[in-house]
């Protein structure tokens, strides 16, 4: 028993000896001598407007020691008065001490931004700052630098109440007011430069009898839920011109969100809508809008236009994460439009109108997920909740040399009530229209060969898009569309969304093919 009792002693003995000893090795830390190694020795934060946050960028911290350190110190040089913002370790702040780091082990920091007042002095500027690692003996620094951009900000004031300024909405049939957060422009605000950049948070709405006009090379970036408004009575001017640079695009106008990081270029449904409610009326030129939830929703009135309510020409709306251009019972002039990947309808003539699109592309190449409607839906009837429907005329409905394309099999839909008027003229248009199950046999809808709808259709050609996944539907000199246009339609329209002439063998949809100068 006594052999027995000292074995079990010795066995605790060693036990603890082992604890003690893996216990010092953990947790006695030798202070950091700087010779820590960084991911990068300065971290670049993308572009921001003033007052908006920004993305989190990582810094990875190594201790490329054989023994355990201690690092007394890690902050921003710029203190508390920082406009950036740490995460070490799992800790929020600005500055932190005694940070223990594993040999051979490494640490993750997290950095964000949000530019102060200060960037209102210019239209932009660096905001710089940098981490200092403190040591007894050496300092290291990783430098942050972030390009900060003044600008016009727009956004609903914050009333005695606390609460935040609102428009009022048409009510629905119960009688019942809907509110959005939204303020009217005043008549100081009502014409839109391109010396700053826009940003508008909440809905900014053109009241009656006023017009909201944009100058070329104006630049409006919306907060989420955020747009304009266009009240019964208003009317919205956009006046792009035709740019030299096709990538930065100096002399269009363009709508998109207000986050610049890189990430966030092609993130659809980052904003609302551009709203022209019935009564209203916009003539929009070069205009590029993307990423919105609903691009451009028109609504007409009940009565026939004399005149379009909506006049479009060399524009580009794409990456909406619903519809492009949303019309209903609208009177809409488009010509040299691309209508590009959506969520659902790239162009949407719903519950009847009238319509002239020219020389339009209308392609839906969606990858960001199912999507279940085709490019180019129209109608004249609406399914209401309650099991009732409102039924339209369609009238005056002309589609000349365009082009309805996608990756789905049916990318053309129409659907007429069967009572109202429902016409509609397709003159020399191609369509993606693979109708494997023979839905559509017996509908003199879509009769392409002896219907009244059609004159010189083109079905399922090679379009040959030069990128059509990134909103690019400018044509190679592979694509069987070339050439193929109505000339007297073309006439009307003679220049390309580029400016490049098309009088003669003309191209459907909005590009006409341009040879590079060196083939």
């Known amino acids: 028993m006594k052999l027995q009792h000292k074995t079990y002693f010795l066995i605790i003995t060693l036990v603890l000896v082992t604890i003690a000893s893996s216990c010092r090795k953990d947790f006695d830390f030798n202070v950091s001598s700087g010779n820590l190694l960084f991911s990068k020795d300065t971290v670049f934060l993308d572009t921001v407007f003033a007052s908006i946050g920004s ?14 350190v201690l690092i007394p110190k890690i902050g921003l040089a710029n203190g508390v008065a ?5 995460n070490v370790d799992g800790l929020a702040g600005k500055e932190f001490v005694d940070i223990p780091l594993l040999a051979k082990d490494s640490l993750f920091i997290f950095v964000e931004t949000t530019a102060g007042a200060e960037a209102t002095l210019e239209v932009e500027f660096l905001d710089t700052d940098a981490i200092l690692f403190e040591t007894p003996n050496t300092t290291q620094r990783v430098e942050l630098v972030t390009l900060v951009k003044d600008a016009v900000f727009l956004y609903p004031e914050t009333l ?5 300024e609102t428009l009022e909405l048409a009510g629905t049939d119960m009688g019942e007011v809907i509110e959005i957060s939204g303020f009217v422009l005043e008549d100081d605000e009502l014409v839109f430069t391109n010396e700053k950049p826009y940003v508008i948070y909440g809905y900014a709405a053109v009241p009656e009898g006023k017009t909201l006009t944009m100058e070329a090379g104006t630049r409006v970036h919306f907060h989420a839920n955020s747009g304009i408004l266009v009240a019964p009575g208003g ?16 002399n269009e106008v363009v709508f998109e969100g207000d986050r610049l990081e890189p990430n966030f270029a092609d993130i659809a449904g980052q904003w609302g809508t551009i709203w022209l409610t019935a009564g209203s009326a916009a003539t929009i030129d070069h205009l590029t809008l993307k990423n919105a939830s609903v691009g451009l929703l028109v609504d007409g009135t009940l009565e026939t236009n004399a005149t379009p309510s909506l006049s479009l020409k060399n524009c580009q709306i794409y990456n909406a994460s619903i519809t492009n251009l949303w019309a209903r019972t ?17 162009l949407y003539c719903n519950l009847g109108g009238e319509y002239d699109f020219k020389h339009c592309t209308i392609a839906n190449y969606w990858s960001s997920g199912f999507r279940n409607a085709p490019s180019l839906l129209i109608d004249n009837v609406t399914d209401l909740p309650n099991g009732s429907s409102i039924a339209m005329d369609l009238t005056n409905t002309n589609f000349t040399n365009c082009i309805v394309d996608g990756n789905r099999e049916l990318e053309f839909i129409m659907v007429s009530n069967g009572t109202n008027t429902f016409q509609v003229d397709f003159q020399s248009c191609s369509f993606k229209f693979n109708d494997r199950n023979g839905d559509f046999d017996n509908d003199p809808l879509f009769d392409f060969d002896n219907g009244p709808n059609y004159q010189n259709p083109i079905l399922n050609p090679n379009t040959a898009f030069t990128d059509p996944a990134q909103n690019l539907f400018s044509l190679q000199m592979e694509s069987e569309i070339r050439g193929l246009g109505n000339t007297a339609g073309a006439a009307q329209v003679p220049f390309d969304l580029l400016g490049v002439p098309r009088t003669e063998n003309p191209d459907l949809g909005a590009f006409q093919f341009n040879l590079p100068d060196n083939q």
């Open 55 to 68: 993305s989190t960028y990582t810094l990875k911290v190594y201790n490329q020691e054989n023994e355990d």
């Open 82 to 86: 920082s406009n950036y913002r740490l």
């Open 160 to 164: 005695d109440d606390g609460m935040q």
């Open 235 to 250: 009317n919205l001017q956009i006046n792009g011109e035709q740019s030299e640079d096709g990538e930065a695009l100096e």
């Open 330 to 346: 609208a009177s809409i002039a488009a010509e040299n439009s691309v209508f590009g990947n959506s969520g659902s309808v790239s």
